[in-house]
T-cell receptor, first 115, second 112 residues
Framework: DGGITQSPKYLFRKEGQNVTLSCEQNLNHDAMYWYRQDPGQGLRLIYY???????QKGDIAEGYSVSREKKESFPLTVTSAQKNPTAFYLC??????????????FGPGTRLTVL | GQQVMQIPQYQHVQEGEDFTTYCNSSTTLSNIQWYKQRPGGHPVFLIQLVKSGEVKKQKRLTFQFGEAKKNSSLHITATQTTDVGTYFCAYHSGGSNYKLTFGKGTLLTVNP
């Protein structure tokens, strides 16, 4: 069953703690992405990676870190430096297709609440 | 940089009424993608438009890309309760960069 998995679905953390969100895909996609979604804000890009061992900052990378050691995995760490970490986090992946962007496939998301 | 504005931000309709959401850019876009996110769910790809003036249909949904490639629309004919959700447009920044930038979305609610 191909797709993207994110775990956990709901996550609670105390303020000041780092937390790592998992994202795994078995679609053999090269590119992976992390988005943050807040009510009324749409999707904002945090980090993206087009190839293993390489990643780029998106529009709101401050307070976040990522790694891409394997093609299938792109974990996101929300650090204590992130001022407002409570949000819905979505991971996505896409293949690389010529000069046009492929569609993005999204995981079910992780809802992070920092208390 | 490029930005897209989606209007309206919210739309409430009676079941059976039509619905249209618009995605407008100040600059020419290379392509437009549309996604739907059901309440509590994740975005799901609907369609991609690439050519100037392109029109694509999926059952009751009609997608258009403007002649100048600066705007796009999604029209739903005779809405159903299953159409409820947020509709996002997204565009590719171009070049070797494969990231998408999403609009803020239009939330559609349907009264049965």
């Amino acid at each position: 069953d191909g797709g993207i998995t994110q775990s956990p679905k709901y996550l609670f953390r105390k303020e000041g703690q780092n937390v790592t969100l998992s994202c795994e895909q078995n679609l053999n996609h090269d590119a992976m992405y992390w988005y943050r979604q807040d009510p009324g804000q749409g999707l904002r890009l945090i980090y993206y990676s087009q190839i293993v061992n390489d990643f780029q900052k998106g529009d709101i990378a401050e307070g976040y870190s990522v790694s891409r050691e394997k093609k299938e995995s792109f974990p996101l760490t929300v650090t204590s430096a992130q001022k407002n970490p409570t949000a819905f986090y979505l991971c996505a992946s896409s293949g690389l297709a010529g000069g046009l962007t492929d569609t993005q496939y999204f995981g079910p998301g992780t809802r992070l609440t920092v208390l | 940089g490029q930005q897209v504005m989606q209007i309206p931000q919210y739309q409430h309709v009676q079941e059976g009424e039509d619905f249209t959401t618009y995605c407008n850019s100040s600059t020419t876009l290379s392509n437009i993608q549309w996604y739907k996110q059901r309440p509590g769910g994740h975005p799901v790809f609907l369609i991609q438009l690439v050519k100037s003036g392109e029109v694509k249909k999926q059952k009751r949904l009609t997608f258009q890309f403007g002649e100048a490639k600066k705007n796009s629309s999604l029209h739903i004919t005779a809405t159903q309760t299953t159409d409820v959700g947020t509709y996002f447009c997204a565009y590719h920044s171009g070049g070797s960069n494969y990231k998408l930038t999403f609009g803020k979305g239009t939330l559609l609610t349907v009264n049965p």
